[in-house]
């Protein structure tokens, strides 16, 4: 029996991003991200490996390497427009937020549970690591685009920035492919 259960929800690829290494987190719209171990080539997140963070620092002491489950970060069309609407915002840019792929049609998105899989048609797969909580580097990117507005992008994402992902299995998406969603076949963690 599969440990992973095929679900009725699939999200539509309609925005993708390259995040060029360096320090601005800012992306470059494209319509087809190659994708391989260590993620994409030349993306800020790229590799197989990574320096810990502050969001492991109860695990490790700052820039111990770790496996990367960073590479990606998925966001979805309808919680960006939840919250562009809380922010006062008519639109909110995923370039801005350093977004990989921008999916529409997966209800509570940020929320899918760690280990779940996003699978191309072609065979591509994305295993989804966990929520991506907001910080203040978006905001930033905000701010330079609709002053006044940075400093709510933290507050209006809570509960809403997506996941972090790392590929599974390489290949190629692009913008109009479909990302079918598997979950884990357990029952919800109950100590």
Request: glycine share 12%.
């Given at each position: 029996?599969?440990?992973?259960?095929?679900?009725?929800?699939?999200?539509?690829?309609?925005?993708?991003?390259?995040?060029?290494?360096?320090?601005?987190?800012?992306?470059?719209?494209?319509?087809?991200?190659?994708?391989?171990?260590?993620?994409?080539?030349?993306?800020?997140?790229?590799?197989?490996?990574?320096?810990?963070?502050?969001?492991?620092?109860?695990?490790?002491?700052?820039?111990?390497?770790?496996?990367?489950v960073r590479q990606l970060s998925i966001l979805s069309a309808e919680e960006m427009d939840a919250i562009a609407a809380d922010m006062g915002l008519e639109t909110l840019d995923?370039?801005?937020?350093?977004?990989?792929?921008?999916?529409?049609?997966?209800?509570?998105?940020?929320?899918?549970?760690?280990?779940?899989?996003?699978?191309?048609?072609?065979?591509?797969?994305?295993?989804?690591?966990?929520?991506?909580?907001?910080?203040?580097?978006?905001?930033?990117?905000?701010?330079?685009?609709?002053?006044?507005?940075?400093?709510?992008?933290?507050?209006?994402?809570?509960?809403?920035?997506?996941?972090?992902?790392?590929?599974?299995?390489?290949?190629?998406?692009?913008?109009?492919?479909?990302?079918?969603?598997?979950?884990?076949?357990?029952?919800?963690?109950?100590?």
């Open positions: 029996m599969p440990v992973l259960r095929k679900t009725e929800f699939s999200g539509e690829v309609v925005w993708l991003g390259h995040v060029p290494s360096g320090s601005n987190i800012r992306a470059r719209s494209v319509e087809e991200l190659q994708l391989g171990f260590a993620g994409e080539q030349g993306a800020r997140h790229e590799g197989v490996n990574r320096a810990s963070c502050v969001r492991v620092r109860n695990l490790y002491p700052q820039g111990t390497e770790i496996r990367n995923p370039a801005l937020l350093g977004v990989s792929i921008v999916v529409r049609g997966i209800p509570d998105f940020t929320y899918v549970p760690p280990s779940s899989r996003l699978q191309a048609s072609g065979g591509l797969t994305v295993t989804i690591d966990m929520e991506n909580r907001p910080c203040v580097i978006p905001g930033r990117e905000i701010e330079h685009e609709a002053p006044g507005h940075g400093a709510a992008f933290k507050p209006a994402a809570q509960g809403r920035r997506g996941v972090t992902a790392w590929v599974e299995c390489p290949g190629n998406l692009r913008v109009g492919d479909t990302l079918s969603l598997f979950v884990p076949d357990q029952r919800s963690w109950a100590p």
